[in-house]
């Protein structure tokens, strides 16, 4: 399950983790969904929508983690803005 909704063939459009995937095996499995469309909250925080450090990863488990937000829910898709 790729967090950031990654284009299956364009290395380019990749995340990091699927692309060192792709080029270990030259094939990823991919699964055919419908056009994300994600709903920007009015009072929607930077890290909520740019995404952060999973503070409780890194505490419980002492390893970075990035814990994606809204643009990367929305990425190939349609992230709707309402009431700006």
Do not use: W
């Amino acid at each position: 399950d790729d967090a950031f909704n990654s284009h299956p063939t364009n290395p380019e459009l990749m995340s990091s983790e699927i692309l060192t995937q792709f080029q270990n095996n030259g094939t990823i499995e991919t699964e055919l969904i419908k056009i994300p469309m994600v709903d920007l909250p009015l009072g929607a925080t930077e890290d909520r929508v740019c995404g952060t450090i999973d503070i409780e990863k890194a505490l419980t488990e002492g390893v970075k983690a990035f814990e994606p937000g809204l643009l990367a829910k929305a990425n190939r898709g349609i992230l709707y803005v309402d009431e700006v």
